[in-house]
């Protein structure tokens, strides 16, 4: 999500701090916004002149410090609410007093970075879509210590970067991932009742309800081990069953696979290796 956001930021027009753990992912970040560019560029959405001057806006580092003096910080790391929680310790400590810091988060209480540092009144979530150079919506997040400024400028920001903000309550799931992963979830338990292959899940969506993507596309998308966070900050702030992830998806994060479809590739070979060893 980091690059998709500093993407849509740059192309706007803004001057893009992109901060990372070390320099080599933050390299590597650049160059994924100038190959998404470049694609752009071949596809005639854009003008060399445009992707270039868009590039030059991006300053990438692994120095928390380059953020001292910028306007709006956008944490995108891990969806972890104690690896966030120190995060915004830090940035309150590096940032200028009157420095916004928003959080991408998913699903996680803003409420609680927010009381992480001493500036509550200037704290709240800006949530993209993936992918977030494409997606129009913004969910703008409201904890209870927000300011009124605050959230009218990032909504301008949001708004100078294109996109259409909603506002919403800081509720686990906010609107579209109340909404939507209990719908991803299900997708996973019905192939793990045999009910119909991924492919014609994906399929019977796209179809029947004129979805973009299938339930199974759009958790490769997102990631199966962020999927997997979001529906049990879903779970732990509400108790509903409708959030409890279904056992095949944990069990699949724990085998190390973030793509749903791949994982099942894998154990199909597997099927197959074992069944051939043993002659069947
Ligand atoms: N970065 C930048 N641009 C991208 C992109 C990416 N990763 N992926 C696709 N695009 C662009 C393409 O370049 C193309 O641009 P163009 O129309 O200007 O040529 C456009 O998007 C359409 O792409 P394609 O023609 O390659 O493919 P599709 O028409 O199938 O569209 C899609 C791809 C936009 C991803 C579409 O399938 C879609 O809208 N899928 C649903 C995505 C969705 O539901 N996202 C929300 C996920 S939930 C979430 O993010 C919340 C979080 O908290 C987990």
Known sequence: MGSGI??????????????SRNQATADATLAAIEKSL???????????AERDAALARVTATSELSMLRDVDLVIESVVEDLAVKKELFNELDRITDDRTILATNTSTLPVVELAMQTGRPERVCGVHFFNPAPVME???LVRPLTASDETIAAVRQFAE?????PVEVKDQAGFIVNALLFPYLNNAVRLYEQGVASIEDIDTAMKGGCGFPMGPFALLDLVGLDT?????????????????????????MVAAGETKIRLLIRKMQNCFKMQFQAQNL
């Open 227 to 251: 999927s997997l966070a979001i529906l049990d900050a879903l779970y732990a702030e509400f108790r509903d069953p409708n959030y409890a992830a279904v056992p095949l998806m944990r069990r």
């Open 6 to 19: 500093a993407e849509t930021a740059a192309v706007s027009g803004f001057e893009v701090v992109l901060r």
């Open 137 to 139: 919506l913004v969910e």
């Open 38 to 48: 470049n694609r752009q560029v071949e596809k005639g959405k854009r003008t060399e």
């Open 160 to 164: 100078s970067c294109g996109k259409s």
